[in-house]
């Protein structure tokens, strides 16, 4: 069994320059979350997606920032023109709804720690 | 606007002795509630969880308790391990809508002397 891996683990970038980040959920799960984390803070939601559909989007996402998940499987989460304010943990989650049981909790990826020079 | 929060930010507690972790939160549409444990350079663990229609949950060592008409839960961690330190992260969200998105709070950070 495998959770849910994100790569890279780090990636140190210069100002202005675009980077991308993927996300590999459990496999059974229909549902994938972004979310961001600063020092000190709790995670911010950025966006989620049931199967390949982007549902929702956080004000917090620029138009500089793009996620897609294509065929519903993995996702990725692309930063344009970086910025220092982006450096920050991206988190990726990963969840099966059940009904039934009543459970909703999503399961976390390791994050990229990205640093934006 | 901090829909969720936990004023503690730091708790140390003796090894055996029990943790009580708290979180407010404000907006009266969360009906689902969960807690995360975190340890450096990874991302936050699931732990245990509670619907609004519920007021207590067990999970072996962890209790959540919630008081709906105070908007606010508990963590409690009984007996405390050294292990169990690590930031700790309530975090709640609407049970159907939105996704299910989560709303956390600022976390707290467990010390566990031995």
Same mark, same amino acid.
């Given at each position: *069994?495998?959770?849910?891996?994100q *790569?890279?683990?780090?990636?140190?970038?210069?100002? /202005?320059?675009?980077?991308?980040f993927?996300c *590999?959920?459990?496999?059974?799960?229909?549902?994938l979350y972004w979310y961001r984390?600063?020092?000190?803070?709790?995670p911010e939601f950025l966006t989620y997606f049931?199967?390949?559909?982007q549902?929702?989007k956080s004000?917090l996402l620029?138009?500089?920032f793009?996620a897609?998940r294509?065929?519903?499987?993995?996702s990725t989460l692309?930063?344009?023109?970086?910025?220092?304010?982006?450096?920050?943990?991206y988190l990726c989650a990963s969840?099966?709804?059940?009904?039934?049981? /009543?459970?909703?909790?999503?399961?976390?990826g390791?994050g990229t720690?990205?640093?934006?020079? | 606007?901090?829909?969720? =929060?936990?004023?503690?930010?730091?708790?140390?507690?003796?090894?055996? !002795?029990?943790?009580?972790?708290?979180?407010?939160?404000?907006?009266?549409?969360?009906?689902?509630?969960?807690?995360? $444990? $975190?340890?450096?350079?990874?991302?936050?663990?699931?732990?245990?969880?509670?619907?609004?229609?519920?007021? =207590?949950?067990?999970?072996? !060592?962890?209790?959540?308790?919630?008081?709906?008409?105070? $908007? #606010?839960?508990?963590? #409690?961690?009984?007996?405390?391990?050294?292990?169990?330190?690590?930031?700790?992260?309530?975090?709640?969200? !609407?049970?159907?809508?939105?996704?299910?998105k989560?709303?956390?709070?600022?976390?707290? !950070?467990?010390?566990? $002397?031995?």
């Amino acid at each position: *069994d495998t959770g849910v891996s994100q *790569d890279p683990r780090h990636k140190i970038t210069k100002r /202005g320059q675009n980077v991308t980040f993927r996300c *590999d959920p459990i496999s059974e799960h229909n549902r994938l979350y972004w979310y961001r984390q600063t020092l000190g803070q709790g995670p911010e939601f950025l966006t989620y997606f049931q199967n390949e559909a982007q549902l929702e989007k956080s004000r917090l996402l620029s138009d500089r920032f793009s996620a897609e998940r294509p065929k519903g499987s993995f996702s990725t989460l692309e930063i344009q023109r970086t910025e220092q304010g982006d450096s920050a943990m991206y988190l990726c989650a990963s969840s099966l709804a059940d009904l039934k049981q /009543g459970r909703y909790e999503q399961y976390f990826g390791p994050g990229t720690r990205l640093t934006v020079t | 606007d901090q829909q969720v =929060k936990q004023n503690s930010p730091s708790l140390s507690v003796q090894e055996g !002795r029990i943790s009580i972790l708290n979180c407010d939160y404000t907006n009266s549409m969360f009906d689902y509630f969960l807690w995360y $444990k $975190k340890y450096p350079a990874e991302g936050p663990t699931f732990l245990i969880s509670i619907s609004s229609i519920k007021d =207590k949950n067990e999970d072996g !060592r962890f209790t959540v308790f919630l008081n709906k008409s105070a $908007k #606010h839960l508990s963590l #409690h961690i009984v007996p405390s391990q050294p292990g169990d330190s690590a930031v700790y992260f309530c975090a709640a969200s !609407r049970f159907v809508a939105a996704g299910n998105k989560l709303t956390f709070g600022g976390g707290t !950070r467990v010390l566990v $002397k031995p």
